[in-house]
């Protein structure tokens, strides 16, 4: 199970944290990502990170401003994300990676937490 927390409303230029709490499966062996869907849009892969958390990898569209990282003793996942835009605004899912790496293909995926970007 894969449970986001995190998401709210915020100001362009603003922040927000976004937590997702894994459970029923050995987190530590998996690699892990961040999805986002806009309104209207297909799923987009946006973050991923190994599974050590010694490999990151971002889409272009949020590099340098969002950074994923992973507490493997806590078992959450992580995504900090800066300097928010408007188009940022979409509903954002946690998902395991079916290895260690991370990458667009995943097993499961949590239920989403919304962000909006808005003044």
Request: glycine content about 12%.
């Amino acid at each position: 199970q894969l449970v986001e927390s995190g998401g709210g409303l915020v100001q362009p230029g603003g922040s927000l944290r976004l937590f997702c709490v894994a459970s029923g499966f050995t987190f530590s062996n998996y690699g892990m990502n961040w999805l986002r869907q806009a309104p209207g849009e297909r799923i987009e892969w946006i973050s991923g990170i190994n599974w050590s958390g010694y490999a990151t990898s971002y889409a272009v569209s949020v590099e340098g401003r969002f950074t994923i990282s992973r507490d493997n003793t806590n078992n959450t996942l992580y995504l900090q994300m800066n300097n928010l835009r408007p188009e940022d605004t979409a509903v954002y899912y946690c998902s395991k990676s079916l290895n260690s790496y991370y990458g667009d293909d995943y097993d499961y995926r949590g239920q989403g937490t919304q962000v909006t970007v808005s003044s």
